[in-house]
């Protein structure tokens, strides 16, 4: 399988947050397999809501953090080179535990953060810079269709100088659980992932891995190397 762009994120593996986010969304990254959403449109009091509609959005990069935003490899950049640079990296950040929480961004569902973590700040920092030489510069095509978001002065800056509007100080982890979800039916969205996830978030997830995925012909992401952070920061 060839792949177009790659990707650096948080991908929990073998645990029941990665068994979780797999089945919600219909995609499993780790296997590269669909999982069958059977109950669809799904009723909770009293309000229907489409369950495959509302993750189609977020279905084709798996269940994720996005710790360094899908880039083309540049002339001269192979896999190889890929891997040797995030190993790199993951040899100076060491294992930490985060607390998530369910919120809303904006019209989405995602886990986030429950308090700041200057470990997790540190560690998408040191990807996105270290591994900035290996990236295709964006063309005027992607530059004008990431400035239809409307960026901020600060933002635009990033996106020219890191090929992404949304790192180093503008970075914010989260796990994307749906696309926009409409106004009537985000109570029985919030209370059936509430229901699905306090027991998964009652404890930190350790973030010990880092994983390159790529991305396929079919757009869909697929984990392709899993690797431990090693080091003695964070």
């Known amino acids: 399988m060839t792949y177009t762009r790659y990707a650096i994120y948080f991908v929990p593996h073998r645990t029941d947050l ?13 296997t590269g397999l669909r999982i069958p959403l059977e109950h669809h449109p799904v009723t909770v009091g009293g309000c229907d ?14 269940f994720h953090a996005t710790l360094r935003a899908p880039f083309a490899l540049g002339e001269g950049c192979d896999y190889e080179h890929l891997v ?17 929480k369910l919120s809303m961004l904006g019209r ?8 700041p973590s200057a470990a997790l700040q540190g560690l998408a920092a040191d990807l996105v810079t270290d591994l900035d ?3 295709q510069p964006l063309g005027d095509q992607e530059l004008a269709r ?3 978001s409307r960026l901020t002065p600060a933002q635009d800056a990033l996106l020219i100088r890191w090929g992404y509007p949304y790192v180093l ?3 914010r982890f989260h796990m994307t659980l749906t696309g926009p979800v409409p106004k009537p039916v985000q109570p029985a969205v919030a209370q059936t992932l509430g229901d699905a996830v306090a027991p998964i978030l009652a404890k930190p997830q350790r973030i ?14 697929h984990s392709l190397q899993q690797i431990a952070l090693t080091g003695e920061m964070g």
């Open 49 to 62: 809501f489409d369950h495959a509609a509302l993750t189609e959005r977020p279905r084709k990069y798996g």
């Open 133 to 135: 030489a290996l990236r």
């Open 146 to 148: 990431r400035r239809r």
């Open 84 to 100: 040797h640079s995030v190993t790199e990296v993951a040899k100076r950040h060491k294992p930490f535990d985060l607390a998530l």
């Open 18 to 30: 990665a068994r979780f986010g797999a089945g919600w969304l219909g995609w499993d990254i780790n």
């Open 169 to 171: 100080d503008e970075f």
């Open 108 to 115: 989405f569902f995602a886990l986030v953060p429950d308090a």
């Open 208 to 221: 010990s891995h880092l994983c390159i995925a790529g991305e396929a012909d079919d757009g869909y992401f």
